[in-house]
């Protein structure tokens, strides 16, 4: 995986250089995914922006994470878009980052399927807002430069988005899986970042650490759920107006021609 080290996040990566199925491969500097910007020093700042060319923000977290946090470091930039689509329900101002509507969201997670809860809510981002996912592929598509999306952990919000990104690109199944899975290897950090943030500090150990390492099988599950209900990601997307030519403008901004 392409980390990209910066000091004050932690999960960072650039999904470039992931083969396709027709033998192509992404195109580095095009798509980044991260954690939280909230941190990030002058320095990470001139790397995403000069040295990654990140031109466009897709921030994917509630807006009631987004008025805990304030605005971060990025948003100082001109030259940069930032785009706001949260893949949790809102309602009057309060989102599921609030306790009872976290609640109600691990609630109505365990009635889709209680034996995966990160399905679970997996599900629960496409049913709920379809309308930020598809806005979050079609950014990506327009993006001038490297589009950049990232929620808190960078992990589940982002994974999904992300995936279905490289799905439409005809990345390798096996290789979005991978590419889920990496975050893996800095769990401890995102779960010592989260728990510094009076934002998401109570909520992070509501789980047991374990249950915040992303697996295999759950993205396996996803995309096959996918599959079977909606004839897969395209089937789904277009389901919910991602058009074959939407489709066609996410695969050119994201493979080598």
């Not at 990601?233 to 021609?257: M, N, P, Q, T």
Request: proline share 4%; with cysteine.
């Amino acid at each position: 995986m392409a980390w990209i080290e910066l000091e004050n996040a932690v999960n960072v990566r650039d999904v470039g250089g992931l083969p396709t199925v027709g033998g192509g491969s992404t195109v580095p500097g095009r798509l980044v995914r991260s954690d939280n910007l909230q941190d990030l020093s002058p320095t990470d700042v001139t790397r995403l922006v000069d040295e990654v060319g990140v031109r466009t923000v897709i921030d994917l977290r509630s807006h009631a994470e987004v008025t805990s946090e304030g605005p971060g470091p990025l948003r100082a930039v001109d030259h940069v878009r930032h785009l706001h689509l949260s893949v949790l329900p809102e309602s009057q101002g309060m989102t599921d980052a609030a306790a009872d509507a976290l609640a109600l969201n691990r609630r109505r997670a365990r009635e889709r399927d209680a034996s995966d809860l990160m399905l679970a809510f997996y599900l629960g981002y496409l049913e709920d807002r379809p309308d930020s996912i598809v806005g979050a592929l079609r950014a990506i598509a327009d993006a001038p430069g490297a589009a950049l999306v990232h929620c808190a952990a960078g992990k589940d919000r982002t994974g999904v988005v992300v995936a279905l990104a490289l799905s439409v690109a005809g990345v390798r199944r096996e290789v979005v899986v991978a590419d889920y899975t990496a975050t893996a290897e800095r769990i401890d950090r995102v779960l010592d970042r989260l728990r510094s943030s009076p934002t998401y500090a109570e909520d992070v150990d509501r789980l047991p650490a374990e249950e915040h390492r992303p697996r295999a099988a759950t993205m396996d599950r996803l995309l096959a759920r996918l599959d079977s209900d909606h004839g897969g990601v395209l089937g789904w997307l277009a389901e919910h107006g991602f058009d074959a030519r939407d489709a066609k403008r996410l695969r050119d901004k994201l493979l080598e021609v």
